[in-house]
């Protein structure tokens, strides 16, 4: 069992930027998969970007492409996301996620452990 602490949310005008953490609670954090989600109200949840365990692997959704990057240091147990360009469209609470897996993993029902959630907000 792990536990997943995310930070950095807030409220930032559109075409500004936020760096969200997220910190984990494990050893073995370099042997876990882990990905960004977000959720809006009234619509399900999404996947932004998501990277294996090493962090040599890492996917994007469309509309993360070119705006958001996501890094991990496995010394710090920490998984970040930079989010660039941001739009009115991002405001969303944002989740980390975490599964003992190597590859990549897009799809959220295989992701184990989540955190409480940090919420975005982006001003027009």
């Known amino acids: 069992q792990i536990q997943l602490v995310e930070s950095g949310g807030g409220l930032v005008q559109a075409g500004g930027s936020l760096r969200l953490s997220c910190a984990a609670s494990t050893r073995l954090f370099s042997m876990f998969a882990m990905g960004w989600f977000r959720q809006a109200p009234g619509k399900e949840r999404e996947l932004v970007a998501a990277t294996g365990g090493s962090g040599g692997s890492t996917f994007y959704t469309e509309s993360a492409k070119g705006r958001f990057t996501i890094s991990r240091d496995n010394v710090k147990n920490t998984v970040y996301l930079q989010m660039n360009s941001l739009k009115p469209e991002d405001t969303a609470v944002y989740y980390c996620?975490?599964?003992?897996?190597?590859?990549?993993?897009?799809?959220?029902?295989?992701?184990?452990?989540w955190g409480q959630g940090t919420q975005v907000t982006v001003s027009s």
């Open positions: 996620a975490a599964k003992f897996a190597e590859r990549v993993i897009t799809n959220w029902e295989q992701y184990d452990y």
